[in-house]
């Protein structure tokens, strides 16, 4: 059995807590490997080790910095495929979509390789008489990511690359269901010359574990940011806990987002992005889309019957399968969550038109396979539409007017991304102007914002007031130092006993 270690100043570290997790392949259900848990004590040896180097690595000029990140890139792309591979074996995504979420994570390493323009402050010259006053944006020492399954290699990137470009070292917990692929990127990143000098290479250290080595995180007095993706509820406890430890908080939270479908739609193309948006990377994503609202009877009735054509085409298998469209989700224990969901959905009233719990991949069959479900007449007092299911399940929720469809996602308790599918422009900008969610979309299903803008959610979706990635994460894992200088000539003057004014 393989025991996944955890990566510290550089090299493995090994565990000393005998307390492990379990790392299937979600293919054939088997267990794979075993990752190692850590102790309060294996935490703050990584965080001593990592405050140590980040004096040495904040004095490093940030031209050097980004050329840590251009080389960073090319060894990530250098080794895509296997990456890409190693990813899949632990998540059960397809290979396609391996690469697009290690992709996605270096999109935001390339935004970081411009780290020197980014971090200029500003200046301004004869502020007063003979007084020039200056801003410089200046690292926070030791930082720390918490991220979640499902996306285990663009999230930590998300993180760590705006981080340690901008002179932080950094603390990475992984989800402990597919650890292996955050431990290949801090290899790689040592490999691409994140270090200082050959005794300090805690520029970027990867901590394995549970709720001990996360509560360790949130009080650890060395610890001067977090950043955090998972469910609301850990979310909420994540920014309440690391706040009242006097910590920086970005935590993102669960989603339930929708998708407004106006009666001027395209409907062959809302059919395909549905399809792809709600089923693919088996509904495993914040910005997966769950619901659609119909507006008017005619387009919810063409709706749901071209949906079902749809998914009657859909292929799930293994995710080496390059001509499947999605895998099998990451455990036995989501798989029946995600069927438990639709068993309320039909005890809730809810009608069940397409019906995936049965579904069985010959030679397979104890792999965490779903396949894609579909409700319609779906209401907003639901459990199974308050809460997010994380799963390849569609839901049809009925409404008459544009109004009435845009109060849904407004009202409701998440508020991370929505998208409307229209030929209306007016209606769009006003669309997007009033609904009260975070990220938007105009006939684009998944609103996930380029890496130079900013990712972030509203209400139960997003605790803290910085956003992740782009010019908000330089503002998060950065502080604004500003200086009033002066240079007198001559004699000094009299002391000053009131505030000074510019006059």
């Given at each position: ?77 250098r ?14 995504k397809v ?15 390339e ?90 290479e ?9 709720k ?33 430890n ?42 997966a ?14 709706l ?55 579904f ?12 894609p ?30 109004d009435?469809?845009?109060a ?19 209606a ?35 605790f ?34 009131v ?5």
């Amino acid at each position: 059995m393989r025991d996944i270690a955890h990566f510290v100043n550089g090299q493995a570290l090994v565990g000393s807590s005998g307390r492990f997790g379990d790392v299937f392949n979600p293919n054939t259900g088997e267990v794979q490997a075993r990752v190692q848990f850590a102790t309060d004590a294996e935490l703050d040896a990584a965080v001593q080790v990592a405050a140590k180097a980040q004096v040495g690595w904040a004095a490093t000029n940030p031209q050097r910095r980004a050329r840590v990140m251009f080389e960073f890139k090319r060894l990530i792309e250098r080794d895509m495929n296997s990456l890409a591979e190693i990813l899949s074996s632990e998540h059960g995504k397809v290979i396609a979509d391996s690469k697009g979420d290690i992709q996605r994570g270096l999109e935001v390493i390339e935004f970081a390789c411009g780290i020197p323009h980014i971090l200029k402050g500003e200046y301004t010259e004869g502020a007063g008489p003979g007084i020039d006053i200056y801003s410089m944006r200046q690292p926070l020492g030791v930082v720390a990511g918490i991220t979640p399954f499902n996306f285990p290699a663009m999230i930590p990137m998300w993180m760590f690359g705006i981080a340690i470009a901008v002179g932080n070292s950094f603390i990475l917990k992984p989800s402990e269901k597919d650890p292996t692929v955050p431990v290949k990127l801090a290899e790689l990143m040592m490999e691409a010359g994140a270090q200082v000098g050959q005794e300090m290479e805690g520029v970027l250290n990867v901590v394995h574990g549970d709720k001990i080595a996360v509560d360790a995180i949130l009080t650890h007095p060395l610890i001067r940011a977090v950043s955090f993706v998972g469910s609301s509820d850990i979310a909420h406890y994540v920014y309440q806990t690391g706040t009242a430890n006097g910590k920086r908080v970005q935590a993102m939270g669960g989603a339930k987002n929708h998708g407004i479908v106006l009666p001027d739609a395209d409907m062959d193309q809302v059919v395909k992005d549905l399809s792809g948006a709600a089923f693919g990377s088996a509904g495993e994503r914040c910005m997966a889309l769950p619901v659609v609202v119909p507006v008017g009877k005619s387009t919810a009735d063409e709706l749901r019957e071209r949906l079902v054509a749809e998914i009657g085409t859909l292929k799930v298998g293994v995710s080496t399968d390059a001509d499947a469209h999605y895998g099998p989700v990451v455990s036995a224990a989501h798989r029946n969550k995600i069927a438990d969901y639709i068993r309320i959905g039909q005890e809730e009233g809810a009608e069940l038109v397409v019906d995936g719990r049965d579904f069985a991949l010959q030679g397979y069959e104890k792999g965490f396979f779903i396949g894609p479900s579909l409700f319609d007449g779906v209401t907003k007092g639901m459990k199974t539409y308050q809460e997010e299911i994380f799963g390849p399940v569609l839901q049809i929720v009925r409404a008459e007017t544009m109004d009435e469809a845009m109060a849904l996602p407004s009202e409701h308790p998440y508020g991370n991304g929505v998208a409307i599918f229209t030929r209306n422009g007016r209606a769009a900008r006003e669309f997007a102007s009033r609904v009260n969610v975070g990220m938007v979309g105009i006939n684009v299903p998944i609103p996930v914002p380029v890496a130079y803008h900013t990712f972030g959610g509203w209400k139960r979706s997003a605790f803290g007031d910085t956003n992740q990635h782009g010019v908000e994460g330089v503002k998060f894992y950065t502080k604004v130092k500003t200086v009033t200088a002066r240079w007198p000539e001559g004699d000094v003057g009299d002391s000053s006993f009131v505030i000074p004014t510019m006059k």
